[in-house]
């Protein structure tokens, strides 16, 4: 083996500068260099791309020393049979790796954090589709319609959750699966944690209350009860109550079509995607948490590996209810083979409360985007970046991220293939 650098300098000082660069990197990878006096023609045209070595300095190398000197070749963002993330804006390197891989990651979850505009919808749309070609499925929760035809385009199942539009999907349809036997009452307290979200609040009475009925209901009924038994149950026990009141609204009308009735919708599509985008603002939390519990229930039933991918998260964090559910299902969700993905443009909403804090720090894989000052040195503080990481998020481009996967930091460009860029790009109608 032969190797052999030319440095190239606009003056000698930047000359020698360069050189003592070098040798200084060589020598952190425990590389002796040797400058070919009296032949540096020889050594320039054995450089150059021609095929000859006029020097003849060969060495016998094992491949593993090999490596070191190949600064494209990064072996720990080098897996073939990965995902696609882009590629190393520093080394031209590939960046190919494998959230699922249990030996390197303690989670397959993901976060792509940035502003709007940055390109945080297109990266987390490269990993859903990197992971499609691998078998690897989705569930898309999409408060903003962004993924309906990328959906589409793979054949998968794309439903609109809004009043009127026949799709329903029973809220007590996940205290009909089996239980994690780690937290056997989790059902239970969502349910419970649903009808608060709903009320507005339960007191220590309220809650003893409505879990009284959920109980009843679920001793008594022979079918598949629905939200509404518990109204009437409630109105039966508490007639004219506070709760019984607020959740009438909930199990009649739209809302009761939508929310208190059998389930409608079919997780069978390799990847289905959920439009909230047409619920009001004060439907969008309680429809949420209807909808991840009745997924994570589901998700538990039917173990593979799967993303679920929440856009906009961070507009559901304000709602204590919210947070600890997601805390909980991100901390979870690899037992069962799946994969969080998290997309937010607001990285300071995770750090305004503890909760929001424990789940922002929980991936194991993280897209930091363009951020704003303010939002950057919040993530200084939660992920220890250096000054130079965070000047990079500062000054980055459409599309260009720090990427963290556990020990490993590198600034890339995400760029999927030609073939998923030209369908994700087509998919939204550019």
């Known amino acids: 083996m032969s190797f052999y650098l030319t440095i190239g300098a606009a003056d000698p000082i930047e000359l020698r500068a360069q050189s003592e660069a070098l040798r200084a990197s060589c020598r952190r990878m425990m590389l002796h260099t040797v400058q070919p006096y009296f032949e540096m023609r020889q050594a320039l045209l054995s450089s150059w791309p021609l095929g000859m070595d006029l020097l003849g300095r060969e060495h016998i190398l094992h491949t593993s020393a090999l490596t070191t000197m190949m600064p494209w070749l990064q072996e720990d963002l080098a897996d073939p049979a990965g995902h696609y993330w882009g590629y190393n804006k520093e080394t031209g390197g590939l960046c190919v790796f ?162 208190s009735a059998p389930t409608n919708v079919d997780l069978g ?23 991840a519990n009745w997924l994570w229930a589901a998700l538990r039933r039917e173990r593979r590996a799967r ?20 805390i909980r299902l991100a901390r979870r969700i690899r037992k069962y083979g799946g994969s969080l993905i998290l997309v937010s443009q607001n990285p300071g909403d995770f750090f305004e409360t503890k909760d929001g804090a424990v789940l922002a720090t929980n991936p194991s894989i993280l897209l930091l985007g363009s951020q704003k000052h303010s939002e950057a040195v919040k993530l200084q503080k939660a992920f220890n970046l ?45």
């Not at 260009?400 to 998923?420: E, T």
């Open 98 to 259: 494998d959230p699922f891989d249990e030996q390197r990651f303690t989670n397959a979850n993901i976060a792509v954090l940035a502003h709007s505009g940055a390109g945080k919808s297109y990266a987390a749309a490269s990993v859903v589709l990197s992971g499609y070609t691998r078998g690897i499925g989705a569930i898309v929760i999409d408060p903003e319609a962004e993924y309906a035809g990328l959906i589409r385009e793979l054949g998968g199942t794309y439903l609109k959750l809004a009043t009127g539009s026949g799709h329903a999907i029973n809220a007590l349809d996940p205290l009909l699966f089996a239980a994690d036997p780690d937290e056997p009452n989790d059902q239970l307290n969502d349910v419970l944690d649903l009808i608060g979200l709903m009320c507005g609040r339960l007191d220590e009475v309220e809650r003893a209350q409505v879990e009284a009925s959920i109980r009843s209901v679920l001793g008594a009924s022979e079918g598949i009860p629905v939200l509404g038994d518990i109204w009437r149950e409630l109105e039966r026990t508490q007639s004219g109550s506070r709760v019984s009141t607020i959740l009438h609204r909930w199990v009649t009308g739209d809302l009761g079509r939508m929310f």
């Open 307 to 326: 993303h679920l991918l929440i856009d906009e998260v961070g507009l559901l964090l304000e709602h204590e209810p919210v947070r600890r559910f997601l």
């Open 386 to 430: 250096t000054d130079r990481q965070v000047n990079y998020l500062e000054t980055a481009d459409r599309g260009d991220f720090l990427l963290v996967a556990g020990p490993n930091r590198a600034p890339i460009h995400v760029m999927a293939p030609p073939w998923m860029d030209e369908l994700i790009v087509r998919s939204r109608g550019h």
């Open 269 to 291: 599509a390799a990847v289905v995607g959920f439009n909230v985008r047409d619920l009001s603002e004060e439907l969008i939390p309680p429809a949420f948490l209807i909808l």
